[in-house]
């Protein structure tokens, strides 16, 4: 991210608040550095993420200031528990960087519970001399629950469940079948082979592929989306709930949608044995994955068999079973894709994401790592390959053209300093990285390489990650430094997300005869800064949702010790993941035995001052499960011996 100039005068700057925790909180400048440090006693009350004028009063060893004036609070209102001690009843926010415990007014129409979940309005904010007060304008439920942990991330982020009566009006009014008429005018692929691969869990298949093989050996792969932009039409109550949403979230046990259920699970799904309609890139390949021709086009297709990952990945290793020739030729044609963006550039993490397993009250009773096949890369390169070719058409329509609108995707390469840090730690590690910008992308995947399967496997997973920009949206395509792309967009998933219903809607216009009508009825810059806001809401809602069933499951481990790695190190601690479980906790500085333990963040590690013990991020550890704390969200572990 670009920092931009926020000083008003000298050593006066506007900043956004990072309160760590109780005792100081940062002022994260734009153009600074290094954030300023203000101590709890001159934060005026200012709370997390709230805008403020700061003064430096200390420039060095480190920055330091004091707050001066609150220019903007951020949060109106707040999601949490309660807790009734004695007759005060206080509020504590569920955010664990809001340190401030807020009381409760009486609410005649209410009655709670102590360590019930509540949505609270603000009605006065705390200072350093006087507790904040607050209304509570919602229960939620029992703090633990499902429904009331559920509740409580929609009401956080400020999600929508429900759809209102003229939208769902409108989706009632959609006919359940195409017309012959809408049929007749698509390229039809319903006699060809086609398949879908999801996850057993899923709900909605929004890509299929097809497979013929041509006379002359070579192959033709359709990658099918379903035509969403059939069914929401511009400017439509519909299309705009669908764009302030932005995006589908997939809470655990619970799913808040772009979409209506009646279009994202049924009349947009590419269900089997049921004629759909779908916007398709189709390619010609031959039998080295080399591209021989693009056709990309509205069809109707009829998708003849859904595989789940394990499905399919399971008929290829046995070489045997469902439409096996055609899972073995599209696997093929995919891993010379891969192999070849690999050598052009692309970068291959390996991160693995929990799954997790619930009873029929939603409480968590198995997390495992998710299973990663060969059928996932499958999917994905298709996938990559659709929306690299859409991107290219369309920029190579404008090249002529000069004024075709478009959103893309892009990721910037990595800031240059965090490059330089990542390149010392791996020196210090034994390894060689080059950090010349044409080099980094095979410098990645050769340390990520390198240190496969290796003590350091862990340190250089989540350091590489730490070194990346964020991808986002944008008009202007400046490539994709992960995938190696010069032109990416988002074209293969518009049932969950804004952006492609965007690209689907404005590709249709450019593939008409004559470049159709370009209307600028839209501000796309606009929309594409806010889906990727929305992006950012949803995987910190889903982050939010995992972490809290991660630490229900870890209170049934209260008291057992498990196999850990440790995947983060800090001042005040050393955080464990428990291999068997992907779960977090943290074994406190205070709490590590036999010696004064001090934070070397030079080295990534905790170092014992007397007898010079290290460990290191990556480093097994056994530990055991010491306290779990439902409502702080919290897993204190100590070292087993």
């Given at each position: 991210?670009?920092?931009?100039?926020?000083?008003?005068?000298?050593?006066?700057?506007?900043?956004?608040?990072?309160?760590?925790?109780?005792?100081?909180?940062?002022?994260?400048?734009?153009?600074?550095?290094?954030?300023?440090?203000?101590?709890?006693?001159?934060?005026?009350?200012?709370?997390?993420?709230?805008?403020v004028?700061?003064?430096?009063?200390?420039q060095?060893?480190?920055?330091?200031?004091?707050?001066?004036?609150?220019?903007?609070?951020?949060?109106?209102?707040?999601?949490?528990?309660?807790?009734?001690?004695?007759?005060?009843?206080?509020?504590?926010?569920?955010?664990?960087?809001?340190?401030?415990?807020?009381?409760?007014?009486?609410?005649?129409?209410?009655?709670?519970?102590?360590?019930?979940?509540?949505?609270?309005?603000?009605?006065?904010?705390?200072?350093?001399?006087?507790?904040?007060?607050?209304?509570?304008?919602?229960?939620?439920?029992?703090?633990?629950?499902?429904?009331a942990?559920?509740?409580?991330?929609?009401?956080?982020?400020?999600?929508?469940?429900?759809?209102?009566?003229?939208?769902?009006?409108?989706?009632?009014?959609?006919?359940?079948?195409?017309?012959?008429?809408?049929?007749?005018?698509?390229r039809?692929?319903?006699?060809?082979?086609?398949?879908?691969?999801d996850?057993?869990?899923?709900?909605?298949?929004?890509?299929?592929?097809?497979?013929?093989?041509?006379?002359?050996?070579?192959?033709?792969?359709?990658?099918?989306?379903?035509?969403?932009?059939?069914?929401?039409?511009?400017?439509?109550?519909?299309?705009?709930?669908?764009?302030?949403?932005?995006?589908?979230?997939?809470?655990?046990?619970n799913?808040?949608?772009m979409?209506?259920?009646?279009?994202?699970?049924?009349l947009?799904?590419?269900?089997?044995?049921?004629?759909?309609?779908?916007?398709?890139?189709?390619?010609?390949?031959?039998?080295?994955?080399?591209?021989?021709?693009?056709?990309?086009?509205?069809?109707?297709?009829?998708s003849?068999?859904?595989?789940?990952?394990?499905?399919?990945?399971?008929?290829?290793?046995?070489?045997?079973?469902?439409?096996?020739?055609?899972?073995?030729?599209?696997?093929?044609?995919?891993?010379?894709?891969?192999?070849?963006?690999?050598?052009?550039?692309?970068?291959?993490?390996?991160?693995?994401?929990?799954?997790?397993?619930?009873?029929?009250?939603?409480?968590?009773?198995?997390?495992?790592?998710?299973?990663?096949?060969?059928?996932?890369?499958?999917?994905?390169?298709?996938?990559?390959?659709?929306?690299?070719?859409?991107?290219?058409?369309?920029?190579q329509?404008?090249?002529?053209?000069?004024?075709?609108?478009?959103?893309?995707?892009?990721?910037?390469?990595?800031?240059?300093?965090?490059?330089?840090?990542?390149?010392?730690?791996?020196?210090?590690?034994?390894?060689?990285?080059?950090?010349?910008?044409?080099?980094?992308?095979?410098?990645?995947?050769?340390?990520?390489?390198?240190?496969?399967?290796?003590?350091?496997?862990?340190?250089?997973?989540?350091?590489?990650?730490?070194?990346?920009?964020?991808?986002?949206?944008?008009?202007?395509?400046?490539?994709?430094?992960?995938?190696?792309?010069?032109?990416?967009?988002?074209?293969?998933?518009?049932?969950?997300?804004?952006?492609?219903i965007?690209?689907?809607?404005?590709?249709?216009?450019?593939?008409?005869?004559?470049?159709?009508?370009?209307?600028?009825?839209?501000?796309?810059?606009?929309?594409?800064?806010?889906?990727?806001?929305?992006?950012?809401?949803?995987?910190?809602?889903?982050?939010?949702?995992?972490?809290?069933?991660?630490?229900?499951?870890?209170?049934?481990?209260?008291?057992?010790?498990?196999?850990?790695?440790i995947?983060g190190?800090?001042?005040?601690?050393?955080?464990?993941?428990?291999?068997?479980?992907?779960?977090?906790?943290?074994?406190?500085?205070?709490?590590?035995?036999?010696?004064?333990?001090?934070?070397?963040?030079?080295?990534?590690?905790?170092?014992?001052?007397?007898?010079?013990?290290?460990?290191?991020?990556?480093?097994?550890?056994?530990v055991?499960?010491?306290?779990?704390s439902?409502?702080?969200?919290?897993?204190?572990?100590?070292?087993?011996?």
């Amino acid at each position: 991210m670009t920092r931009k100039n926020k000083k008003i005068k000298n050593h006066v700057y506007v900043g956004k608040v990072d309160h760590v925790n109780q005792q100081y909180a940062f002022i994260v400048v734009d153009d600074l550095p290094k954030d300023i440090l203000v101590p709890y006693l001159y934060l005026r009350g200012a709370m997390h993420q709230d805008i403020v004028q700061v003064v430096m009063t200390t420039q060095f060893p480190k920055p330091e200031g004091r707050i001066i004036r609150i220019i903007k609070r951020t949060n109106p209102t707040l999601v949490g528990r309660i807790d009734v001690e004695d007759k005060k009843v206080i509020f504590i926010a569920d955010n664990r960087k809001i340190h401030y415990a807020i009381k409760v007014k009486p609410n005649k129409k209410l009655t709670w519970r102590n360590n019930e979940k509540a949505l609270l309005s603000i009605t006065t904010y705390p200072t350093v001399y006087q507790e904040g007060e607050g209304e509570v304008i919602q229960l939620l439920g029992l703090s633990g629950s499902h429904q009331a942990e559920t509740r409580s991330i929609i009401a956080q982020f400020q999600l929508e469940e429900a759809f209102n009566k003229d939208i769902e009006q409108e989706v009632a009014q959609l006919p359940a079948k195409p017309s012959s008429e809408e049929i007749a005018r698509r390229r039809d692929f319903r006699s060809i082979t086609t398949i879908t691969i999801d996850p057993a869990d899923a709900k909605d298949f929004d890509d299929a592929l097809s497979l013929e093989k041509l006379d002359n050996g070579d192959y033709e792969v359709g990658i099918h989306i379903a035509d969403v932009t059939h069914y929401v039409k511009e400017g439509t109550p519909l299309d705009q709930e669908a764009l302030k949403r932005g995006t589908s979230v997939y809470l655990v046990g619970n799913t808040v949608s772009m979409l209506p259920e009646r279009l994202a699970n049924d009349l947009c799904s590419l269900r089997p044995h049921e004629d759909r309609l779908a916007f398709s890139v189709v390619v010609k390949l031959d039998q080295d994955a080399n591209i021989k021709n693009v056709w990309i086009g509205e069809t109707i297709i009829h998708s003849d068999h859904r595989f789940t990952y394990d499905e399919a990945h399971t008929i290829l290793k046995e070489q045997e079973g469902a439409y096996y020739q055609e899972l073995l030729i599209l696997d093929q044609l995919a891993k010379k894709m891969r192999l070849r963006r690999i050598k052009a550039g692309a970068i291959c993490f390996e991160t693995t994401t929990p799954a997790i397993t619930l009873d029929q009250e939603g409480n968590p009773i198995d997390i495992k790592p998710k299973s990663s096949h060969t059928t996932h890369q499958l999917i994905e390169e298709y996938a990559l390959l659709a929306n690299r070719l859409v991107a290219k058409t369309v920029w190579q329509k404008k090249e002529k053209k000069k004024h075709l609108p478009f959103i893309y995707r892009i990721h910037d390469q990595p800031d240059h300093q965090k490059v330089l840090e990542f390149a010392q730690l791996i020196r210090q590690l034994g390894y060689q990285f080059d950090t010349k910008p044409s080099k980094l992308p095979a410098s990645y995947n050769k340390i990520l390489t390198e240190t496969k399967n290796t003590p350091h496997q862990t340190l250089i997973q989540i350091r590489s990650i730490q070194t990346m920009s964020q991808a986002c949206y944008t008009t202007t395509p400046r490539g994709h430094f992960g995938l190696g792309f010069q032109y990416y967009t988002h074209f293969t998933s518009p049932i969950r997300r804004y952006p492609d219903i965007i690209t689907h809607r404005l590709l249709k216009q450019y593939l008409k005869e004559g470049g159709g009508n370009i209307l600028l009825r839209q501000n796309y810059e606009e929309i594409a800064r806010h889906a990727s806001i929305r992006e950012r809401v949803a995987t910190e809602a889903e982050r939010v949702s995992i972490q809290g069933k991660q630490v229900v499951f870890m209170k049934k481990l209260e008291g057992e010790t498990h196999e850990g790695v440790i995947s983060g190190i800090t001042e005040w601690g050393i955080y464990v993941e428990l291999k068997k479980y992907k779960c977090e906790g943290m074994v406190r500085i205070a709490d590590i035995p036999d010696d004064y333990y001090s934070f070397d963040p030079k080295h990534f590690s905790m170092k014992g001052k007397r007898k010079g013990k290290v460990y290191r991020i990556g480093n097994d550890l056994q530990v055991k499960i010491k306290k779990v704390s439902i409502e702080k969200k919290m897993v204190d572990m100590e070292i087993s011996t």
